[in-house]
């Protein structure tokens, strides 16, 4: 079944329709979720949550831009209401960022990716959010300072904080790997 029809379906509040929808897009919502979550599992209630979301708001959507888009959106936006509600404050708020680029350079250097993931994870929660925001899904730090409440020095200056702490983990992950070779 062609996706608009699923929408057209969903829309008539169709089980059938819901469940084919469901089964499109878990795995899409789900890596997304991922990425913005601690666990798995919070990972999995973001999905659920996500399509309560997109089930009791498709008749929003018009068909202008993607599907796909739309519900990132939401699975990204649910993800962020999550962590507000959080409210962790254990990180500054207003530090104006260096504008320093942190490189690595790539002598030799393979990390896994299953290792950068989980150093993403890992991050702390402002820290994460705002590298995942802007790196990963292409928000501008006026949007990611809107989303957060926070001013777009503070965002710049998490991210470069994000940066540095993967930094120092995937030198650490490298200077191990050379010693056991």
Known sequence: METLQLIAGCKK????????LFLRYKDFIYTTSLKYCRSTSEAEDNVHDVF????????????KGSFEGWIKRIAINK???KFRKKKTTNLPFQIESEDTQITIERNDIDVPIDYIFKA??????????????????DYSHKEIATMLSISEGT???????????LKNKILSYTSVEKMNI
């Open 13 to 20: 509040n169709d089980p059938k329709s819901q469940k084919l």
């Open 52 to 63: 309560i979301i997109i089930f009791e708001t498709i008749h929003k959507y018009t068909s």
């Open 79 to 81: 993800a962020v209401d």
């Open 120 to 137: 993403i994870q890992e991050l702390p929660d402002k820290y994460q959010l705002v590298f995942n925001l802007y790196q990963l899904d």
């Open 155 to 165: 965002s710049k200056s998490n991210l470069h904080r994000a940066k540095q702490i």
